[in-house]
């Protein structure tokens, strides 16, 4: 008998899938750190200066970490109910925060009383921010009011009514100390000048509004709510550039990174996504929970996202060195075995040199087809595929069993569980156009199979049923792909026959004008 040859596993790549230098950069991150806070984290903030700590607000505290802390190196908790919009000023060494009480509180960073409170509130305050001339202070809270506060005399400077539902979010221009903008429930995002004490500018976003942002240049402004994420040109009097709606759930929150300015959202469908300057998804974040908060670090080496199960999630850079670090690791070195010569024997011009076969290590479900043990074969890349999310083993071994004849009988005989194991599979990826061809053929065998005693169980039937409506609606949408094809082959004709015209009708006009010459 032949000796045994292992199934060669190929890889497919996606379709669609375009490896650009911003995608290579947003995936050059560690495994994401999870650290559990004391409720729903709703915002998220870090130090513009070095070593750049971040504020972490949750429940009724604000906790200050390191860039690599996994506990806070400082903790806030003097409020008497739910803390919101721990923001710190450019200079990092002061931190404000908002409250369900309606108390605005001034921390010290490197104290823990409160130096200030601004108090004239009704209702609770979800957002606050420093301008940034980092003397005074923006509130916009429940009361439908935002309001300006003098840091040094804890005085209330100026207050904007124009607001008509809860105000969520607010941010500062970088660029003029006296503007800030406001998004608020009643669908709309606003620009106020102290100076003037009005509001100078209105969008109507169209859905509630959970985050406002200003690009560095005060150029353009960025407001989430709903599905969408729109961007606005505040030089053309806050005309709509661009209307996103790359998100299944309502947008939370977003952030702008340091290089590049590249735009990051995050959602209710636990998703973040990273945004090119064409406002193009290049890269994305999967979380374990829905999203509240999302920040950079200012050096874009910490990704931290805050999820509503009080999970903080944070992600760090990979350096050269660490790079460098794991390949010398994973490198194996010299093989070779230490006999009476010695290690750093090297061999002379007239030695013969025998080769010793390396030894051929089989996966698991390789010693199992080895065995002819087809079922438990099949469990196995089925469950390599649980383990690594890696679907092409799974269909290699699927199509070996068919190469053999012996997919039927990997497929027959089994229980609830493991049918709906391989039903599962199915629905995940027999409309994916890599593995379509070998999966449909499963299909077809496990409806010969089971198709008599599918009523017998609920949790089959329901699978099965889902099965063919995604079947159907395959189908037609392959019809509608072909109607589309043959519109566009009638286009392509006729430009065809356009042309061809042309060219037969141009020699006349030619003699024409040389008779004429003549």
């Avoid at 009383?113 to 916009?140: I, M, N, Y």
């Avoid at 550039?241 to 735009?263: D, P």
Wanted: hydrophobic share 40%.
């Amino acid at each position: 008998m032949a000796s045994f040859k292992p199934t060669r596993i190929q890889t497919y790549p996606k379709l669609g899938e375009k490896v650009t230098e911003d995608t290579l950069y947003w995936k050059n991150y560690k495994p994401a750190l999870q650290i559990k806070e004391f409720g729903a984290v709703t915002k998220i903030e870090f130090s513009p200066l070095p070593p750049h700590n971040y504020a972490v607000t949750a429940s009724t505290r604000i906790h200050i970490y390191g860039p690599h802390s996994q506990e806070p190196t400082r903790s806030f908790t003097r409020f008497r109910d739910t803390a919101y919009g721990g923001s710190f000023r450019g200079d990092g060494k002061l931190l404000v925060a908002g409250s369900e009480d309606g108390i605005i509180r001034l921390f010290d960073i490197k104290s823990l009383g409160a130096l200030r409170q601004f108090t004239g509130h009704s209702k609770a305050v979800h957002a606050t921010t420093f301008l940034s001339d980092g003397f005074r202070v923006v509130s916009g809270s429940d009361d439908l009011s935002c309001r300006v506060w003098d840091v040094a005399s804890s005085v209330e400077l100026s207050s904007f009514t124009e607001h008509t539902d809860y105000i969520r979010a607010a941010a500062p221009s970088k660029l003029n100390p006296d503007l800030f903008v406001t998004g608020s429930y009643d669908h709309t995002v606003k620009v106020f000048d102290v100076r003037t004490g009005s509001c100078v500018m209105t969008m109507q976003h169209g859905h509630p509004v959970e985050c406002v942002l200003l690009y560095p240049s005060d150029a353009l402004l960025v407001s989430t709510g709903g599905r969408y994420v729109k961007i606005w040109d505040l030089l053309k009097g806050g005309q709509q550039l661009v209307s996103l709606k790359n998100h299944h759930k309502t947008v939370t929150c977003a952030c702008l990174s340091s290089t590049g300015n590249k735009l990051l959202t995050g959602s209710l469908d636990r998703h973040v996504k990273v945004y090119n300057s064409s406002y193009k998804v290049v890269h994305n974040f999967d979380c374990a929970a829905s999203i509240l908060s999302l920040a950079v670090a200012p050096d874009d080496n910490t990704v931290a996202v805050g999820m509503t199960n009080g999970v903080l999630s944070v992600r760090h850079r990979k350096h050269k060195e660490e790079k460098e670090t794991l390949t010398d690791r994973r490198r194996r070195g010299p093989a070779y075995r230490v006999n009476v010569k010695g290690k750093n024997f090297a061999p002379k011009q007239n030695d013969f040199l025998v080769n010793k076969a390396a030894k051929q290590h089989l996966q698991k479900h390789d010693k199992q087809l080895k065995s002819f043990e087809v079922s438990k074969a099949l469990d196995s890349a089925l469950q390599a595929w649980k383990r690594s999310s890696k679907p092409e083993v799974a269909v290699v071994v699927m199509m070996e069993l068919n190469r053999r004849g012996t997919l039927k009988n990997a497929l027959a005989g089994r229980d609830e569980a493991s049918l709906a194991r391989i039903l599962d599979f199915l629905l995940k990826y027999i409309t994916d156009p890599r593995f379509s061809r070998p999966l449909l053929t499963v299909g077809d065998i496990v409806l010969d199979l089971y198709q008599q005693v599918i009523p017998q169980s609920p949790v089959v039937e329901r699978l099965l049923q889902r099965l063919l409506e995604l079947l159907g609606r395959e189908a037609e949408l392959q019809q509608e792909f072909l109607q589309v094809l043959g519109i566009l082959d009638t286009l392509f004709a006729s430009l065809n026959l356009r042309k061809d015209v042309a060219i037969l009708a141009a020699p006349p006009v030619a003699q024409g004008s040389q008779l004429q010459a003549a």
